[in-house]
């Protein structure tokens, strides 16, 4: 089945800085690639995704690049602010008529002011 | 609200004993996941259903058992509990599509303490 890895798995910026998380996957099939922002005690919330006919997205302070040669996407935020602060989880999904989403194990953004 | 809706939200309970966890997926969707947070740890997902059929198991223990019923809600049964087990579980679901897929929509958790 699909393994998916995340690094780093706690990255801390100064705020108006860019951060940076990527992921790998293992299964080629996969071709959905949503990322997921958990604040804290709050439940994961979709941000962005890209699917495996785009090699990158963007939606305003964030971007999503993804290279399938390699198997890997990555979560780019520019001018972070301290409301960024939260655990972002990558995903990655295969095709078909249900999903089979497994994700990364998660990165503690910190954005200190 | 993500229209995934998960009760009891908290629950506390002793080491033993069993707890139900149910999840009603968004309507229309037939795919419910769970998962396991554990404190400052990533989502370890347990088990997947689609329409009433297990579809895929990861890191669940076989104290831990789920099904999916007609109606498309789901159930984790969590039993013989330890104080590991205290987590936050979480649903989600997903839309049925004909081709490429879409996002896992979550509920908001149950937190499960066992003392």
């Known amino acids: 089945g699909e393994n998916v890895e995340q690094h780093p798995s706690t990255l801390s910026v100064q705020e108006g800085d860019s951060a940076v998380i990527k992921c790998t996957y293992s299964?080629?099939?996969?071709?959905?690639f949503p990322w997921y922002k958990q604040e804290l005690g709050k439940r994961p919330q979709l941000i962005i995704d890209i699917r495996s006919n785009v090699g990158e997205k963007k939606d305003q302070r964030i971007a999503v690049t993804l290279n399938k040669t390699a198997k890997h996407f990555s979560l780019h935020i520019t001018e972070t602010q301290p409301e960024d602060s939260a655990v972002y989880f990558c995903?990655?999904?295969?095709?078909?008529?249900?999903?089979?989403?497994?994700f990364g194990a998660g990165t503690r953004l910190t954005v200190k002011p | 609200d993500s229209g995934v809706t998960q009760t009891p939200k908290h629950l506390i309970t002793a080491t033993g004993q069993r707890v139900t966890l149910r999840c009603s997926p968004r309507?229309?969707?037939?795919?419910v996941y769970w998962y396991q947070q554990s404190l400052d740890q990533g989502l370890q997902f347990l088990i997947q259903?689609?329409?009433?059929?297990?579809?895929a198991k990861g890191n669940i223990l076989e104290r831990f058992s789920a099904q999916q019923f007609p109606d498309l809600h789901s159930e984790l049964n969590l039993s013989s509990l330890e104080l590991g087990d205290s987590a936050l579980y979480f649903c989600?679901?997903?839309?049925?599509?004909?081709?490429?897929?879409?996002?896992?929509?979550f509920g908001q958790g149950t937190r499960l303490t066992v003392v």
């Open positions: 299964d080629s099939a996969s071709n959905y």
């Open positions: 309507s229309g969707d037939l795919s």
């Open positions: 995903a990655a999904s295969t095709r078909g008529d249900n999903n089979d989403m497994r």
């Open positions: 259903y689609y329409n009433g059929e297990e579809r």
């Open positions: 989600a679901s997903s839309p049925r599509q004909g081709a490429g897929n879409t996002e896992a929509f």
